[in-house]
């Protein structure tokens, strides 16, 4: 190495350019990056041109024009003569339905199943491992093809329904009674938010206490006595502003309540046992993370094995539970796209079926729709790494 004669110190001299490493993978981002916005230009002016070259026009104008076609399943007005619009909101909200509701049943399912396949109990044990096996091991599509055609299709037809007290099952949907609220009803809403406020502040209260000085306090039955018992003395007080709307038998089928179609029960079901099965493995695995000394000195205290469960195995087993339970959350919402199978009116069925079938929008409808479920999807995954956080933050 050369070194200065006068002062015997290697002169300081920069790395070349291609020497440098931090220079180097800079330009290769850069030239990735160009490759890949080159790669998407070329596809868009290619797909541009193609389109101009068929006489096929672009835009978004077509969400304001009629759509003229009925849809089964709705949760805000809708004819014929709305717009296409309309019909994107509609099957935005009958996916957001049917993926909400699945992921509080497979949960729900899930934690049961999971917990019963470490039960003691042998014939609990067995039952809950058959299901596991069963339903995991068999494609989510035949499962959505058994309830829809081999369990709801054979019901009997409308005039010799099931009743079931005031509801009634036929192979037209379940017809069950549906409240219709009066306006002083608003009362009665905002005495159940009073309460869930004086609920959320019961339960930090309990915590400070409970640090401070060991005692615990009942919130569980403090905290249901004031969300069913507030709202219900505001309820009589306003004049029972509440009536309910029954269905009846007119004609070839049943009017008046609320009606759940079997395309939608189908989904569901199929959805929730499903994704059930691979909830319940989650929980059962994030369980037997939890060190065995836990449960041994929790027994030493005095707790029994449902408080032991409750308040020290399963809050650390979140820790394990959470992530990957997750993912079954947003596989779910991407399963709920095979309801096209059936006919259940989701976004796919809806809008990137009947609504592109009918307008030739074929690029903008695939990329609202695949949008949709990325915004979701997102919005889940943020949601829970939130609650990750909120969890391991309790844990220490």
Request: proline letters at 5%; a positive charge.
């Amino acid at each position: 190495m050369p070194t200065d004669v006068k002062n015997g110190v290697a002169p300081s001299s920069k790395p070349k350019f291609w020497n440098d490493p931090e220079k180097r993978a800079l330009l290769f981002q850069i030239l990735m990056i160009l490759t890949i916005l080159g790669f998407f230009a070329y596809i868009i002016s290619n797909a541009l041109f193609n389109l101009e070259k068929r006489g096929i026009t672009t835009g978004f104008d077509f969400l304001g024009q009629a759509a003229g076609f009925e849809i089964l399943l709705t949760l805000i007005p809708y004819d014929a003569t709305f717009s296409f619009g309309r019909t994107f909101i509609i099957g935005l909200l009958n996916t957001l339905l049917v993926s909400a509701l699945g992921i509080i049943l497979a949960t729900v399912i899930g934690f049961v199943m999971g917990i019963a396949r470490l039960s003691q109990n042998w014939l609990i044990n067995k039952v809950a491992t058959a299901y596991i096996e069963i339903f995991r091991n068999i494609p989510l599509l035949l499962q959505i093809f058994f309830w829809y055609f081999a369990v709801l299709q054979p019901l009997p037809s409308p005039r010799q329904s099931i009743e079931i007290g005031s509801a009634f099952l036929n192979n037209r949907g379940f017809y069950i009674p549906w409240p219709e609220f009066h306006p002083a009803f608003m009362f009665v809403t905002i005495a159940f938010a009073i309460a869930v406020v004086a609920v959320i502040f019961l339960v930090k209260w309990n915590h400070k206490r409970q640090d401070e000085t060991g005692q615990t306090f009942p919130v569980f039955r403090a905290a249901l006595a004031l969300l069913i018992g507030l709202p219900l003395i505001v309820y009589f007080l306003a004049g029972s502003p509440m009536t309910w709307d029954y269905p009846a038998l007119k004609g070839f089928n049943f009017r008046g309540g609320a009606t759940i179609i079997p395309e939608l029960m189908a989904l569901l079901i199929a959805l929730s046992v499903y994704t059930g099965t691979f909830i319940a493995e989650i929980v059962r695995s994030g369980i037997l993370a939890v060190n065995k000394g836990q449960s041994e000195a929790a027994h030493a205290l005095g707790l029994n094995n449902s408080r032991t469960l409750r308040l020290i195995v399963v809050p650390q087993a979140m820790r394990v539970i959470i992530p990957p339970l997750t993912s079954q959350y947003l596989n779910l919402i991407k399963n709920s796209s095979l309801a096209t199978a059936i006919g259940y009116p989701d976004l796919v069925s809806v809008f990137m079926g009947t609504t592109l079938n009918q307008t030739g929008q074929a690029i903008e409808i695939i990329f609202m729709t695949m949008a949709v479920y990325l915004t979701i999807n997102l919005l889940v995954s943020l949601f829970m790494n939130w609650y990750n956080k909120r969890m391991s933050l309790v844990e220490r």
